[in-house]
Nanobody
Framework: QVQLVESGGGSVESGGSMSLSCTFN????????LGWFRQAPQKRREGVAL???????RYADSVKGRFTISQDNSKNTLYLQMNSLKLEDTATYYC??????????????????????????WGQGTQVTVSS
């Protein structure tokens, strides 16, 4: 059974930093890929960082060089370090476990392909608010 529990989030001034964490169980890391998505009001949920099998991760264009995803299987934790935060980074951030290969890149972000055979499970979400 997949279990995802997020922590972190809150309010930060523009230019500041924030770190998010997501704990998972060993079943999750053995069977699925992990990543971070976000959703702002009236906008589509979009992927900003995917851990995949890459040692460096995959990133949305808008966060490259500012966000860093890391996965520590010894601690069963997924991290998202966010630096140089901008007003447009304000959103609810979700940790996600999904069938590896189910996320695709389009127009600068990642999205789930929506195949009925894919497994996708979201965390509860955590709010990140960047203010000027």
């Amino acid at each position: 059974q997949v279990q995802l529990v997020e922590s972190g989030g809150g309010s930060v001034e523009s230019g500041g930093s924030m770190s998010l964490s997501c704990t998972f169980n060993s079943y999750t890391s053995r069977n699925y890929c992990l990543g971070w998505f976000r959703q702002a009001p009236q906008k589509r949920r979009e992927g900003v960082a995917l851990a995949d099998d890459s040692s460096t991760g995959r990133y949305a264009d808008s966060v490259k060089g500012r966000f860093t995803i890391s996965q520590d299987n010894s601690k069963n934790t997924l991290y998202l370090q966010m630096n140089s935060l901008k007003l447009e980074d304000t959103a609810t951030y979700y940790c996600v476990a999904y069938t590896c290969g189910a996320a695709y890149y389009s127009s600068g972000y990642y999205y789930m392909r929506g195949d009925m055979t894919d497994f996708v499970q979201w965390g509860q979400g955590t709010q990140v608010t960047v203010s000027s």
